[in-house]
């Protein structure tokens, strides 16, 4: 049985979005706990070196563009990837201080921030593929 095309495409953002999923939350990580760098900041880095990185994965596996545009291509997809990264910002400062892991877990390890984050990624993932699919790697015909 084949996938549609959209389901198809879905799946490699998906794993695309994983690849940069470790990049963002490493990052953020690193940058939160090491470096010690605000963590609405850390988070907007991590999410904008990620975002990079799925561009260019994206163009290449997933959309397979040929466009010769690609200056104007990634500005479309970092818009994109821009609007996804203030509704992450947002998710993840609406949700991190509603206490959304029971108290009992240990708290040292700031785990409101980091299920707000799962959850903001999980919703700006579908944006960002809808957007793209229809801003960014539109097919001309």
């Given amino acids: 049985m084949e996938l549609s095309p959209l389901i198809t495409k879905f799946f490699k953002f998906g794993v695309v979005g994983a690849s940069g999923a470790v990049i963002d939350f490493g990052l953020t990580a690193l940058c939160k706990g090491i470096l010690g760098i605000p963590e609405l900041l850390a988070n907007a880095i991590g999410f904008t070196v990620a975002a990079t990185s799925n561009y260019f994965f994206n163009r290449v596996w997933t959309w397979k563009s040929t466009s010769k545009e690609v200056g104007i291509e990634y500005a479309k997809f970092?818009?994109?990837?821009?609007?996804?990264?203030?509704?992450?910002?947002?998710?993840?400062?609406?949700l991190k201080d509603i206490s959304i892991v029971p108290r009992f877990v240990d708290?040292?390890?700031?785990?409101?921030?980091?299920?707000?984050?799962?959850?903001?990624?999980?919703?700006?993932?579908?944006?960002?593929?809808?957007?793209?699919?229809?801003f960014t790697f539109r097919q001309k015909h």
């Fill in 78 to 94: 970092f818009f994109v990837s821009l609007i996804g990264l203030g509704l992450n910002s947002l998710i993840v400062f609406l």
């Fill in 107 to 134: 708290t040292s390890l700031d785990w409101d921030f980091w299920v707000a984050k799962i959850i903001a990624t999980a919703i700006v993932t579908v944006w960002n593929f809808l957007a793209n699919n229809i």
